[in-house]
Every structure is written in C-alpha cells, then in structure tokens.
C-alpha cells in the first residue's frame, strides 16, 4: 500500500470509442402511497476520463437521483429503476450484482453530499470516518489509515491536520466539514468524483474556495468529475459541459462556452436571464414563470410547454427529440434553431 | 467534560433541596397534628408521641421552626439516620436488608428489557412495516396499556396459581426462579417503551444523510448497521434504559406488594396500607435520592455517548 | 410505578422527529394537487384504521357505561348479601358474586363512572395547566421561557408516583367527592408537565410563521394573537397527547385505589375490585379478572385512539 501522497490516476482504459461512465435512456420512477411520480425520464449523458460535466437544474428535476442512480444508493423502495443503462469503463453497473456494485462505490466513483453536517456521522471523530473507508475497504492497519487520513486532510488544505484528526464533525466549520467530505471521498483515489451541490450549503466566499478546491484537485488527480447543482454562477469557470436537467430529462446539452453565449432551450435561456450580470446596469431580470412541473402529473409533449414563451400547439402535442445543432450541442425543443438564434442576437 | 458534570452535580444539589423541601412541607406544613398526620388514623401511644416531638423538632413553631425542622430532617438524611418507623424498628435497617432484594429484581428486569425490548427493537427498525414490526408494535401498544395493576395479579393466577410454571409468591429471601416471574412482569412495562423506542431511533437513523454517505463509501450493509446506526440509535435507548433502572430501583411497589417479595418497593407498600408514616417519610426520602442520582448518572451517560452534548 | 411512566414515554414520542430523508426526492409531488388541509389527509387515514374504530367503540362504550350504569345492569352493586360468597353465575349476575357477595359485572360497570371521570377532569386541568404554562413561556420566551422550563424540569424530576403518595397521604377526608378531588388534584398537578412541553414547541414553531408576524405589523395586541392564531396550533397536539394521558390518568386512578390511597369504599373503583379480587384469587379469580380486564380495556382503548391519531397527524415515522 502506498503512503505517499495521492498519485494521479492514470488515465483510465477505456473500451474502444466507449465514454469512462455513460447513462443511457435512465428511467427512474418513486411509488409512493400518493402515487407514481416519474422522476427520470430517459436522462442520457456521459462523462470522458478527466473531464467535468456539470449537471444543472431546479430542484426535483432528477439531477441528484440520476447520481444517485449512478452510484447506486437509490432508497428502494421508494425508488425503481424501469430501464436504461450505466455503463462504467463499458459494463453495465445496473446489471451488476451488490457486492459488484459495493466494490465500484468509493473506489471507482466517489460522492460527496450537499450538507456535509448531516452526511458525516455525528458520533465519530472525522479522522476515524475517513480512516474507515481504508480500513474496510482495503485492509489498511489502524496506524495506517491514520497517517494517510492526516495526508488526505492536508491534501483538501485543512490546517493543522493532524490535531484536529480526533475532533468530531459538529467542531468544524462548514466550509471545514466539506474538506473533510472531500477528503473522506478521495480516500481511494477514485476515477470518478461526483460532487452533489458541494457549496449550496455554504457561504459565498466559502463556496468560491471549496470549488476551486475542486477544480484543483480534479486536475491534480486526474478525475473524471460531475458537479451537480442549480447555480449557473458556479459552473461557468470549472464545467467543461454543460447538461440542463427539466422534469426528469436532459433538455440541452452543451460545452460551456457555446452555451452561455447562445443557450438553444427556452429553459436554458430562461436561467440564463435570470441571473444578475455585473457588466449590464439597469437591466431588467427576467424569471421564468410558473412553477416546477408536479411529477406525478408532468405535462403532455414537452414538458416545459406550459412555462415556455416559445410555446405552440406543437409542443402541447409532441414530446420534443433532442435536436442535433453541431458541435456536440443538443437540445429538446422544436424551435431550439430559433432560440438559439434569438439568444445570439 | 469536566465542566458539564461540575454543573449537573450543582443542578443536582439545588433538586435535592428543593425537591426534599417539597416532599418535607407537603408532609408536615398546615397540619393541625403532625404526629396524627404521620400516624393516619391510627392511636398514638404517649411513648410514640413523645418519640416524633423529639425527633423531628414539633415543639418549635412557626415558619422558622419549620426550617429548624426541615434541616434537621435533612442532615438526619445525610447522616443516614432515618429515624422509626411506628413498630419501631429502625428504617435503616430496614432499608438495608430491603436493597439487595429490590437491586436483584430491578437488574432481571433490566435483562428482560435488553435482551427482548432492544433487540426486537432494532429488527423492527430495520424491517419497518414489516409484518414482524406491526406485530411487535401491537404487543408493546397492549403491554404500554395494560397497568402494572392487572398485569402482576392476573400474572400471579395464571403462570404462578393456575399453571404453576412459577413460584406465585417470593417471600423471605427469594431465590433467583423466585423473583424471574416479578422481573419479566415488571420489566415488560420497560420492555415495551425500550422497543418503540430502538425502533424509531433505528428507523429515524437509517434514513440519516450519513447512512447514505456510509453507502457511498462502499461499506456493507452488516457494518452501516451495527456501526454507524447502532451508535447513533442507541443513545437516546440507553439515556432511556439509565432513567429507567433508577425507576426500577426506586421501589416497583406494585409488584413487590404483589408478590410479596421484600425489598424496598414492598415496605413502601406495607406503610401506606399500615399508615405508618415515618416508614413512608424515610423510605421515599431516600427513593428521592436514588432518583436524583440516577438521573445525574444518565445525564453523564449521554455526554460520553454523544459527542454533540460533550464539547457544548 | 411505571405506569405513570407510560405517558411520558409515548409522549417523547411524539415529539420526536427524524431529520428529513430521501433527499432528492422529488419535492414538488403534489404542490399542483387540490389543496388538502392536514386534518383532512389525517381524516381519510384514520378511517381507514380497524384500531381507530375498535378503539372508538370501546371508549364510547365506557362513556355509556359511565353515564348510564343501569343501561347495561339491573342489579345493584351495592347490594351485598354474604350467603352469596363467590357463587356462580345467576339472575343477571353473569359473572357471578365476589367475596363479599357482590354482583362482579354490576360492580365492573358502576366502576367505569369513577374511573372516568378522574381520568377526563384530570385531562382537562392537565390541559388548562399546560396550555396556560405552554403558551407563557412559548410565546414570550426568553427569562419567562427560561424559568418556566426549569420549573417543568423540576415537575417533571418528580417521581410522580412517590409524590402522590406523599401528597394523598395527606387527605384524611373518607367523603367520596373529597377523594375523587384530591386524586384529581394530585394527577393535574403533577401530570402537566409533557404536554406543556409539547404546547411550548408547537407555539414556538407557529410564532416563527410569516402570518403571526404579519398579524403583529398590523397592530394585533400579544393576547388576540396568542388566541386567534397561535392556540389553534397549539390545540391539536395538546389534544393528542391528552387523550393518551387520559389513558394514563385512568390507571393512575386504579394504581392510587389498588394502593388504598386514593379512591375508597363506597366509591366503587376498579382498583378497590382488583384490590380485593387479588386476595381471594384462590378461591374464585372472576372478581379479580373482570375488573382487570374492564380497566385494561379502558385504558387501551384511549392509549390507542390517542397513538392512532398521532401516527394520522405525523406520518413521518409509520
């Protein structure tokens, strides 16, 4: 076992022409007492060896339980899989066994949750919770797994690492307690890094730091990472890709850059207007009316039908295809030329 | 940590003088006869008369004769002198032969408790809504109803007169098959709330954010329960099962009345149907005592077990 | 003394509740549905419960029993003739005649009046109290707050069944009416404390709601916000809680009676019954058994009604 510091990972093999992790057509529904509520709905995207996909959209359109889904830590019940693939480094994690699956969590694919308060266990030093996953996992002595938690606690830039191995949780700051999460995810050098709203929780200055935190230890590391969240502020400067999530499906798809000059769905360009830019005095900001579609009843054709300004009869009758536009770019709309055109103007 | 317990013993000392003070005035303010009120209804011979004056100070008046009296009373307390009880045999001494029988009955039913409540508990926090669950939920909701009252008597007829599985009475010096019916009895009242209890806790738990983390780092199922849930879960449990070993030794009156087993509870009971009041003045002092105790105990019980009420 | 525990344990309950699971669950699942009120949904679920009506008939039942004995007997139970000593079964005395020649069943049925209604006005001051305590020191917080939350510690660090012990010992009146009020006395005065605390919390949460502080800017003076807006919120629950302590209550009775401290002779009282059925259970159990299962069924069925409304209004945990 290897003390030194965290080695980037070699680039992984990947199966001819394959992607390192690739959802395909997810359906994913929750059966309540209240009903069926479809919260994927053929949700396709994939991530390239050290690449950073971000994953935006409201909350409750299925960005966190397609990661979820992924590392395979859905509650089921409530929840069931009803089709599609996930592919990682080309087999089908879905058609796994447990304890396959067990064994790709953590080591393959790491994650690290939204509130860090809540998703490290109170009652345990964190020193001991980022030491558990080498002792169980890869049957490191105690004294080990406690010499590499302290270098791991250095490597996500908590100070004085060692003294505060044995403090609990509750004792650190929350911009601490997401280093510590961090750490805790890294601690068997995965491939993938998924990190699930890493700075929703915390204030801004902090969150500025805990991404670039990310950013720098996802190139250091060479990882593969999606970043889950529903702020477009955070993803410009570390995204490479950009999928936009609506009621269970990808609406658009797209590199950053090409996405932010000229968004090619109504939703995409909705968001887009309603954040508040520096460069523009006395804009009016615009938000996209009408709330979040109640997945137990989504609406007919496209979804987006009874928010969008672009709505015609059309789009009440019939669910939008992902349009191809070039470049890589996608986008679920019937009139995603025109927005697209619309937006660049 | 230090700290914390400095505080709670204080907490605990102003209790003790206020709940001692409480259960003292409640026992002897605004009495037109003091020695008639401890005695009931009973004749007091002039040598008992004499006796209680003397004891507890009843030829001072007034309000500053009542804190005379009060004080004495309490360091009398501290001093472990109790007094009499009106047949005359010193309390302590009662008390003393009494406590090893109550602390026996009180640890079986604290086993019965563990190894029945907790463990069905946490399997039914596991499997919740389970048909194993509902149906456990449904024998500790007849249990938490059914009273101490009919439960021990009706007990007593069946498994003891009826069935003869078990001794019905204890008696003097009971051995252990004596007090096992009494414990079960007395313990299934614990029994039923340690198991509601386990189960929510381990429910509550298992949905915790730091489960899914636990998943999230690939460890089995196996552990996330046994370590990670268990420690959580089981705090609140054993704050619980502390609180209630000090009810247990604080006189389970009712069954020991019932099965005439002869520890403290019993003597409690004993002095309230023969209306001796210093027995029952004596011995509820010193139940007050344990109580506070134990529950000074559990308080320092949840610091260590939980890191959160530790570093406040 | 445990039973008196009970209350409590149940009550700590209800108080619990789990930090929100199944995050990314989708949140918006029936925001667009027709609006239904909490008590509506709690409603439709009761309905569904056999407990909920089983529970419901039996206390309605005793209600019965308790208002109109001579609905249920004809006999007297108070008419007691020795040469009738543990005899079997005869003109109307379905479950025969205790030791003292007593009809058992009259006796069960007359037994219910008391029981009731030590356990419904015990409930009932229990709830002044703790709604009076509870909204004080909810509403205004800070030292109020500070120092009724010590004085509830201190209630509540009482071992309720020493106290009442210690207290009933002091009444040395045999006069029924006198009895019943001092058991009644002792178990509002030492049983208020849980629900106070339940009354507390759920003032606090409804302080903080945007209406509250919307009736406040328009002017509402603390005690016309205190009635039209925060009692309503607070009542529910207090409710919930009070119809588990009436359970409890009504076992206390029988627990103080039994011990011969609280209710006595000729009240008629399940716990006297039980009392006495227990010293005779060798020559004839049915007095000891009838008035066993009266009592337990009693408290049950309150215990009951009160745990299947709590699990109507709080779903979480099911």
Redesign the interface.
């Known amino acids: 076992m290897s003390h030194s510091v965290v080695q980037p990972t070699p680039a992984s093999p990947t199966p001819e022409g394959g992607h390192l992790l690739d959802v395909r057509d997810l359906h994913v529904e929750?059966r309540?007492g209240?009903g069926v509520?479809k919260?994927i709905n053929g949700v396709s995207y994939h991530l390239d060896a050290g690449e950073t996909l971000a994953v935006l959209g409201e909350?409750?359109s299925?960005?966190?339980?397609t990661?979820?889904a992924i590392?395979g830590?859905l509650?089921t019940p409530?929840a069931v899989i009803r089709s599609g693939q996930i592919l990682y480094q080309g087999r089908d994690l879905l058609k796994q066994s447990e304890e396959q699956r067990?064994?790709?969590?953590?080591?393959e694919i790491?994650?690290i949750?939204?509130?860090a308060l809540?998703?490290?266990?109170?009652?345990?030093p964190v020193g001991w919770q980022i030491g558990?996953?080498l002792r169980?996992?890869e049957g490191m002595s105690k004294s080990d797994a406690r010499r590499r938690s302290v270098e791991l606690m250095d490597l996500v830039k908590i100070p004085a690492a060692a003294k505060r191995l044995g403090d609990?949780p509750?004792?650190f700051s929350g911009g601490m307690r997401q280093r510590v999460?961090i750490a805790?995810?890294l601690?068997m050098n995965p491939k993938v890094l998924i990190a699930?709203e890493p700075t929703t929780a915390l204030d801004v200055t902090v969150q500025a730091q805990i991404m670039d935190l990310l950013a720098d230890l996802r190139r250091d590391l060479n990882m593969a990472m999606i970043l889950i969240t529903h702020d477009l502020g955070v993803v410009a400067g570390v995204a490479d890709r950009i999928a936009v999530m609506y009621a269970g499906r990808i609406v658009e798809h797209a590199d950053v850059r090409s996405l932010y000059r000229a968004p090619a769905h109504p939703y995409t360009k909705g968001l887009l207007e309603s954040i508040p830019r520096m460069d523009v005095r006395g804009q009016q900001l615009s938000t996209i009316k009408g709330?979040?579609?109640?997945?137990?009843?989504i609406p007919s054709g496209c979804p987006f039908h009874p928010r969008c300004p672009y709505v015609q009869q059309v789009c009440v009758d019939v669910v939008p295809h992902d349009l191809v536009l070039g470049d890589g770019r996608t986008s679920a709309c019937h009139f995603a030329q025109e927005v697209r055109d619309d937006s660049a103007r | 940590m230090f700290r914390f317990v400095l505080r709670r013993l204080l907490q605990m000392v102003l209790a003790f003088f206020g709940t001692t003070l409480i259960v003292y005035a409640l026992m002897f303010a605004g009495q037109g006869d003091p020695i008639q009120a401890l005695a009931g209804e009973r004749p007091v011979t002039a040598a008992q008369r004499a006796y209680l004056t003397e004891k507890f100070h009843l030829d001072q008046t007034g309000v500053g004769g009542f804190f005379y009296r009060y004080f004495d009373y309490i360091s009398n307390l501290l001093q472990g002198d109790l007094g009499q009880s009106l047949t005359g045999r010193s309390i302590v001494d009662i008390l003393t032969a009494a406590w090893p029988v109550t602390v026996k009955l009180a640890l079986i039913a604290m086993a019965v408790t563990i190894l029945f409540g907790v463990t069905a508990g946490v399997l039914a926090g596991i499997r919740r809504a389970s048909i194993f669950d509902n149906s456990t939920l449904l024998l500790t909701l007849l249990v938490l109803g059914i009273p101490t009252i009919v439960l021990a008597p009706l007990a007593q007829y069946f498994l003891g007169v009826r069935w003869q599985l078990f001794p019905p009475t204890a008696g003097a010096d009971p051995d252990f098959y004596a007090l096992l019916l009494p414990g079960i009895v007395l313990g299934s009242l614990s029994l039923a709330t340690a198991l509601r209890l386990t189960r929510t806790s381990v429910a509550e738990n298992l949905r915790a954010d730091y489960v899914r983390t636990a998943r999230s780092k690939g460890l089995v199922k196996r552990r996330i329960v046994s370590v990670h849930v268990l420690r959580n879960s089981l705090i609140p449990v054993v704050t619980f099962l502390g609180v209630e070993l000090g009810n247990l030794m604080s006189g389970a009156i009712i069954t020991e009345g019932v099965f005439n087993i002869p520890g403290v509870g019993f003597n409690l009971f004993r002095g309230i149907r023969t209306e001796d009041g210093p027995l029952v003045v004596g011995i509820v002092s010193v139940l007050v005592v344990v109580y506070l105790i134990s529950n000074l105990v559990v308080d320092v019980l949840y610091a260590v077990l939980d890191p959160r009420i530790r570093y406040e | 003394m445990s039973d008196f525990e009970t209350v409590a344990a149940t009550e700590n309950q209800a108080a619990r509740r789990g930090p929100s699971g199944e995050p990314g669950a989708p949140n918006q699942v029936g925001a667009a549905q027709k609006p239904r009120s909490l008590a509506g949904d709690a409603w439709r679920d009761l309905r569904r419960k056999p407990i909920f009506w089983i529970s419901l008939t039996l206390v309605v039942l005793v209600a019965a029993m308790a208002a109109f004995p001579g609905l249920f007997t004809a006999n007297d139970p108070r008419d007691c003739v020795l040469a009738r000593q543990h005899a079997g079964p005869s003109g109307g005395a379905i479950f025969g005649y205790d030791f003292q020649g007593c009809d058992t069943y009259s006796r069960a049925v007359y037994g219910a009046r008391a029981s009731l209604l030590v356990g419904a006005l015990s409930a009932l001051f229990t709830g002044l109290i703790a709604l009076l305590v509870g909204m004080t020191a909810g509403y205004f917080g800070r030292w109020v707050d500070a120092v009724l939350s010590r004085v509830i510690d201190i209630v509540l660090g009482i071992p309720l069944l020493l106290a009442a012990i210690v207290l009933l010992k002091r009444v040395n009146s045999d006069s029924s009416t006198v009895r019943i009020a001092a058991v009644i006395f002792v178990l509002a005065v030492l049983g208020w404390t849980t629900a106070a605390r339940v009354v507390r919390s759920s003032v606090i949460t409804a302080k903080e709601q945007d209406y509250v502080a919307a009736a406040r800017m328009l002017g509402a003076g603390d005690s016309r916000i205190m009635l039209r807006h925060i009692l309503p919120n607070a009542l529910a629950p207090a409710i919930v809680v009070l119809t588990i302590a009436l359970g409890s209550f009504i076992a206390a009775e029988a627990t103080l009676s039994f011990l011969g401290i609280g209710l006595k002779a000729p009240t008629i009282s399940w716990g006297i019954d039980i009392d006495a059925g227990r010293v005779h259970m060798r020559e004839s159990a049915t007095p000891l058994v009838v008035p066993s299962a009266f009592l337990a069924l009693t408290v049950l069925a309150f215990i009951m009604l009160g745990d299947a409304i709590r699990d109507a209004f709080d779903p979480k945990l099911r």
């Open positions: 929750f309540t209240e509520a919260v909350s409750g299925g960005k966190s339980v990661a979820q590392m830590i509650d409530p067990r064994q790709v969590r953590g080591k790491a994650m949750f939204q509130d809540s998703a490290l266990n109170p009652t345990f558990e996953t169980q996992r609990y509750h004792q999460m805790m995810a601690a699930d709330l979040p579609p109640n997945l137990m009843r």
